[in-house]
């Protein structure tokens, strides 16, 4: 699973779903996370904790570009591609399974993870 994602806007829309992220990891030992986090508290103190085995994440440089827009969840798995809006009263997901572009977005994923520290 490859993802850009601003972690304290998703537990604004979604709150209390730590356990669930948790229960899927555990349950799935073959699952592996790379995180790609607008740097909040919440994300350094998620992505700093390192106490879930097979999550990874780096911090996105901070940025105007990246606090000053309305920021949505990225994630990249198997040949699909999950785009979340997080808005807090009509948060929605599309799902877009296509071979090409989770491709595409895991290449972008990867060689943003290469370049950050």
């Known amino acids: 699973v490859y993802s850009f ?9 979604f709150p209390g779903t730590i356990d669930t992220w948790e229960k899927a990891l555990s349950e799935n030992p073959k699952r592996v996370v ?17 106490k879930y085995d ?9 940025s105007d570009f990246f606090s000053g827009f309305g920021f949505s969840d990225y994630i990249i798995y198997d040949e699909k ?7 807090k009263d009509y948060p929605t ?5 296509s071979k090409q572009i ?7 994923h990867r060689s943003m993870w290469e370049l950050l520290p």
């Open 102 to 108: 989770s491709m595409s977005l895991k290449a972008l």
């Open 54 to 62: 097979r999550y990874y994440s780096k911090l996105l440089p901070k």
């Open 34 to 50: 790379r995180d790609l986090l607008v740097d909040t508290p919440l994300s350094r103190k998620i992505g700093a904790a390192g």
């Open 93 to 97: 997901a599309t799902v877009i399974e």
């Open 5 to 13: 994602a601003d972690l304290d806007k998703y537990y604004e829309v």
């Open 81 to 87: 591609v999950a785009i979340i809006q997080l808005d």
